[in-house]
Each structure stands twice: as structure tokens, then as C-alpha cells.
């Protein structure tokens, strides 16, 4: 296993293998939205990004990719309604166990599909803002590429991928905090490889096309930015 300071693209998670234990996986999603709301920064991407650009007459619409548990666009949906503001949300994932555990808990909310960015972009679909949480470190060179084309098609004013920046410190403390879930979720294990697998910022940045910009966000985050309009 390589040190952190290079990108261990070879990293695998559990939660990506199609037999994996789903009863574990189901906890894994159930997780994600307290580790989400711990560490993924989204009340803070939808206060300074998103807000502005809503309204109270017209409805916005966003997309949500790679959705896993469903509780970020939950939260966005969320949010918006208790702001008085008119928010349209999509939320897409290819994998069908995450698309079985999103409709176990129906939302009035959000409309959660099975389906990958490209078929969106085939089907002539756009949103005025398109998201994704922890889906960058996920994919390839050409994964990434596809899904950068792919949202810059399908968003009118503003994408946001929101991801993890690896760091050593990162690394431990995620370790420690999440040591007592070991056994009980894909949580403590994936988080680590997840860690191994993200980016630093000018990796990043050297990966992506003009027209997209890494900006930090605390604590151990990167957002990829793309303002359309
Ligand atoms: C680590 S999970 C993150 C889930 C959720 N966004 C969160 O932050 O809690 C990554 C999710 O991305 C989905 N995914 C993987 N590759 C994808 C792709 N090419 N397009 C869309 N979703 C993808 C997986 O099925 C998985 O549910």
C-alpha cells in the first residue's frame, strides 16, 4: 500500500463491489449522513453558492450525482423549502442498491432515479445547478473526464463537485473517529481507502480543463467549480 503522498489509484472500496454484504452497505448509506454532515461542508456550499442563485417565485433546478444514501439532496431540498425558496431537486445513481435504499424512505422532496450523467445528457436534460459529493475520487482518468463533460453539458449556471482533499491528518484523524464503526459499516474502511484514492488541490486542478476551478474549503475538502453564466 503506497504512503499518502501519492494517489493510490489502485485502492478499491467495499461498497463498489457488487457482492459485497448489504446489510453492511444499507448502514453504510444510513452513515453517510452524519459523516456527511460532519465533514462534507454542504450547509456552508449551500449558504455562499447555492442561496444566491435561488428564488422565491421561480423555480431552480438541480442535479445531484452519485447520490448513495440520498441525504444530500435531502438536505438541499431541505434547506431551500425552510428558506422559502423554490428548489427543483434530481438525484441520480447507477448503483440499484443505493437507488432500492433512496426509495425505502420516500421524499416529497427529491426525485431520486437510476441512471448515469450520460444518459441524462443523451436524453437532452439540463439543470441550472448540478452537485456531486465523494464521486471524483471514485473514477479514472476517463471517468473523470466523462462526468466533467457530462455536468458542464447538463448545468445552465453553476456545477459543484465536492470531494475530499487527502492529507495525512485527514487520514488519522478520520481513523480514529470512526474506529468505533469498524465492522458495522463500510464507514471506517472506505473512508481510509476513500482518503487514499482523493486528490490534492493542484493535482487536481492539473487533471481538469480550463474553465474549472479547485477552490479549499475546511476541513480537507476541494470543491470543483464551474460557473456557467
Ligand atoms: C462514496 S459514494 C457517495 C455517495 C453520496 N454522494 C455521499 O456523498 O454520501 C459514491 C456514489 O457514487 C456512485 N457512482 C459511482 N460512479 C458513478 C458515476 N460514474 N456516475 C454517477 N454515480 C456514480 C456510486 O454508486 C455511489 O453511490
Not at 472500496?13 to 463498489?16: C, G, R, Y
Not at 448513495?68 to 439532496?73: K, L, R, S, Y
Not at 433512496?102 to 422532496?109: G, L, Q, R, V
Not at 486542478?205 to 475546511?218: F, L, T
Given at each position: 500500500m503506497p504512503g499518502l503522498a501519492t494517489r493510490d489509484t489502485e485502492a478499491r472500496?467495499?461498497?463498489?463491489d457488487p457482492a459485497c454484504d448489504l446489510r453492511l452497505l444499507r448502514s453504510t448509506y444510513a452513515q453517510f449522513r452524519l459523516v456527511n454532515r460532519a465533514v462534507s461542508g454542504w450547509r456552508r456550499v449551500y449558504v455562499r453558492r447555492l442561496r444566491p442563485l435561488l428564488s422565491a417565485d421561480r423555480p431552480t433546478s438541480l442535479l445531484d450525482i452519485?447520490?448513495?444514501?440520498?441525504?444530500?439532496?435531502?438536505?438541499?431540498?431541505?434547506?431551500?423549502?425552510r428558506d422559502g425558496l423554490l428548489l427543483d431537486v434530481t438525484a441520480i445513481d447507477p448503483?440499484?442498491?443505493a437507488c432500492a435504499?433512496?426509495?425505502?424512505?420516500?421524499?416529497?422532496?427529491?426525485l431520486f432515479l437510476q441512471a448515469t450523467s450520460s444518459d441524462l445528457v443523451a436524453a437532452g436534460?439540463?439543470?441550472d445547478l448540478v452537485v456531486s459529493n465523494h464521486l471524483l475520487h471514485h473514477l479514472d482518468g476517463p471517468g473523470l473526464a466523462g462526468l466533467l463533460a457530462d455536468s458542464a453539458a447538463l448545468a445552465r449556471r453553476l456545477v459543484v463537485h465536492n470531494d475530499i482533499e487527502r492529507s495525512p491528518l485527514a487520514y488519522a484523524a478520520w481513523s480514529a473517529a470512526t474506529f468505533p464503526l469498524r465492522g458495522r459499516s463500510f464507514v471506517h474502511v472506505d473512508g481510509r481507502l476513500s482518503i487514499r484514492r482523493s486528490y490534492r488541490r493542484s493535482e487536481l486542478?492539473?487533471?481538469?480543463?480550463?474553465?474549472?476551478?479547485?477552490?479549499?474549503?475546511?476541513p480537507y475538502r476541494l470543491l470543483l467549480v464551474q460557473e456557467r453564466a
Open positions: 472500496e467495499l461498497m463498489d452519485g447520490f448513495g444514501g440520498g441525504d444530500v439532496p435531502r438536505a438541499l431540498a431541505g434547506w431551500a423549502r448503483d440499484e442498491r435504499f433512496a426509495a425505502a424512505t420516500p421524499s416529497p422532496d427529491v436534460e439540463r439543470f486542478a492539473a487533471h481538469v480543463p480550463d474553465g474549472w476551478s479547485v477552490e479549499r474549503q475546511r
